[in-house]
């Protein structure tokens, strides 16, 4: 989904760009993850491939079914590596008393491990355009350059 907005901060290839809620939030498949109120002003840090000034109304590219990439990668990695860690750790604890206490220690250990994973690779996830908003062209407004007058 595209939306346009002003551009009110530039800082090294990410612009912080002031968004007001407009009816196309009310048919978004996304809508019920982020609760849009018509009318509400937002700012949102996204990444400039174009090199944009403040001032500048622009097109912004919203992920849609990048959140459910992101709500999966943030939340079901770790929550299966907190079911594999418990059951890894009753397997190994052998059942009973002692099983239910490697259970409940594997699976710190793997939630653990899960998080420290996940931020290991945010690099290699972190530039996808899929999982953040992006600027796609200048509108108008603001004195739109050159550099400004076209896609990425």
């Given at each position: 989904?595209?939306?346009?907005?002003?551009?009110?901060?530039?800082?090294?290839?990410?612009?912080?760009?002031?968004?007001?809620?407009?009816?196309?939030?009310?048919?978004?498949?996304?809508?019920?993850?982020?609760?849009?109120?018509?009318?509400?002003?937002?700012?949102?840090?996204?990444?400039?491939?174009?090199?944009?000034?403040?001032?500048?109304?622009?097109?912004?590219?919203?992920?849609?079914?990048?959140?459910?990439?992101?709500?999966?990668?943030?939340?079901?990695?770790?929550?299966?590596?907190?079911?594999?860690?418990?059951?890894?750790?009753?397997?190994?604890?052998?059942?009973?008393?002692?099983?239910?206490?490697?259970?409940?220690?594997?699976?710190?250990?793997?939630?653990?491990?899960?998080?420290?994973?996940?931020?290991?690779?945010?690099?290699?996830?972190?530039?996808?355009?899929?999982?953040?908003p992006v600027i796609v062209r200048v509108v108008g407004g603001g004195g739109a350059g050159a550099e400004g007058a076209h896609g990425p």
């Amino acid at each position: 989904m595209e939306e346009t907005g002003i551009v009110v901060g530039v800082e090294g290839g990410t612009a912080t760009v002031r968004m007001t809620t407009s009816a196309a939030c009310d048919s978004c498949s996304q809508a019920s993850l982020c609760h849009p109120a018509q009318g509400v002003e937002r700012t949102l840090s996204v990444r400039d491939p174009i090199g944009v000034r403040e001032g500048q109304e622009v097109a912004v590219r919203l992920p849609g079914r990048g959140v459910w990439a992101a709500m999966g990668l943030v939340y079901g990695w770790p929550l299966a590596m907190l079911i594999v860690g418990a059951w890894a750790g009753y397997r190994l604890g052998g059942g009973g008393d002692r099983g239910e206490i490697a259970s409940a220690l594997g699976a710190l250990l793997f939630l653990g491990a899960g998080f420290l994973a996940l931020k290991a690779l945010r690099p290699l996830y972190e530039h996808l355009t899929l999982l953040n908003p992006v600027i796609v062209r200048v509108v108008g407004g603001g004195g739109a350059g050159a550099e400004g007058a076209h896609g990425p």
